[in-house]
């Protein structure tokens, strides 16, 4: 595929040279675009050596080859990473100042922008409304990961990693539909933890690979997600909010608060239904010798509860439109599904088996998404993002 990329002037524009050589080594032929001060970060000589490819930044050179509309006309896909406040403005404004600038009217492609700045400009109004007005003629644009920037400064604005970024362009190379652009989703992933004390907590042995995969798939739809992640240990996906959690209570504390403006909701997590009734402040001895039996209380059922909060109507009841759980069972795997569907009241419902080797922390899985239709979907063994797909389709459909 044809690839462009552009690259504006910010301190991540070194990490822009990770993400070509993620392309240039799976095949891709990349044409980099850097803007004029871009190079005062990463200079001419390397994006020339590790595309392979000359690099100007003026539509003066080379005039006879008309590159200021050539270069957007054959892509395949126009990444600009990272993109700095100022360049998603003249994007936005349809300036074409520079050839990134003109090559982003001319392209007919996909475009990608993976901001990164300092907070205070990514949240000031004139940056969200130039994002709002790219993604609604249909670009992405990932939210910047939450971490450290350049200086002392933390907060929203780093450049997501370069493997991060280089996925969701293959998913969208892939022609993935943008059928959730402009939806909110809401996803749950990885297992609760409930203390016992400040050292123990009984949990469950789910890694959050299958909820990572529906947050990944999602943003590379179009949507906005917020990834609710309980105890999970893998690095946060491109482009989704994320919010850690650690307890069901947590949990649910979360995933509701996000849900009441959300146009879907999926229940990947692994959640206990039980949790010690009382939480020592210190640790457990054994002075007795004898272990002391545990006493357990119940956990709040999220799913359940989304579910009912919406039969019982009222204000904002509405929402959200699409209600999706996941269905972890070890025997009579579809009965089970049938029976759970309807007592939490969900829309969709993915049911796998689970047990020895089968799902938990592995990359593939296998599922039968059931809907409150009847209906049913199988979907064969493979990677967890294909069944993600498969989630965000039936999820499509019911929200167009
Ligand atoms: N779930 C939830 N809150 C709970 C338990 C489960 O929201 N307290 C959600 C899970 O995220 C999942 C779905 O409900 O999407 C089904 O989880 P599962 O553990 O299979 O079902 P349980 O309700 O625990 O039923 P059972 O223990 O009878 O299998």
Request: glycine letters at 8%; one cysteine or more.
């Amino acid at each position: 595929m044809r690839v462009v990329l552009g690259v504006s002037a910010g301190i991540a524009a070194y990490k822009a040279c990770e993400l070509l050589r993620l392309f240039t080594e799976s095949g891709h032929e990349v044409r980099v675009v850097p803007t004029r001060d871009a190079l005062r970060f990463v200079g001419e000589p390397t994006w020339a050596a590790l595309s392979g490819h000359p690099v100007t930044t003026d539509v003066w050179d080379d005039v006879h080859e008309v590159p200021h509309v050539r270069l957007g006309q054959r892509a395949d896909l126009v990444v600009v990473a990272p993109a700095t406040a100022d360049v998603l403005a003249r994007a936005a404004h349809g300036l074409a100042g520079d050839l990134l600038t003109n090559t982003l009217l001319t392209a007919r492609c996909p475009v990608v922008f993976a901001p990164a700045m300092h907070t205070e400009m990514w949240e000031h109004a004139a940056t969200r409304a130039n994002v709002a007005t790219l993604r609604e003629r249909g670009s992405i644009v990932i939210d910047p990961a939450v971490g450290r920037l350049t200086g002392a400064d933390t907060g929203p604005g780093r450049l997501p990693d370069p493997e991060e970024i280089f996925e969701i362009c293959l998913r969208v190379m892939a022609g993935r539909p943008r059928d959730l652009a402009g939806r909110k989703v809401v996803i749950s992933a990885g297992g609760t933890r409930e203390a016992l004390d400040p050292v123990r907590y009984l949990g469950n042995r789910s890694s959050g690979l299958q909820g990572y995969a529906l947050a990944r798939t999602a943003v590379a739809r179009g949507a906005e997600v917020t990834l609710v992640a309980a105890n999970v240990s893998l690095g946060d996906p491109a482009g989704a909010k994320v919010v850690r959690v650690e307890s069901a209570v947590e949990l649910r504390d979360a995933v509701l608060s996000a849900a009441a403006d959300a146009d879907a909701v999926v229940m990947a997590a692994a959640v206990a239904d039980f949790r010690p009734a009382v939480r020592h402040d210190s640790k457990i001895k054994k002075t007795s010798g004898e272990p002391e039996p545990i006493e357990l209380v119940k956990n709040p059922d999220i799913l359940a509860e989304l579910g009912e909060r919406r039969r019982a109507g009222g204000p904002g009841s509405a929402r959200p439109s699409v209600i999706a759980g996941f269905a972890a069972e070890t025997d009579d795997v579809l009965a089970n599904g049938k029976a759970k569907l309807a007592r939490k009241g969900c829309d969709l419902l993915v049911v796998n088996q689970v047990g020895e080797g089968l799902a938990f922390g592995t990359p593939d899985n296998a599922a039968t998404i059931l809907a409150a239709d009847g209906s049913q979907v199988e979907v064969p063994r493979g990677p967890k993002e294909d069944l993600a797909d498969a989630v965000w389709d039936l999820v499509a459909a019911r929200l167009a």
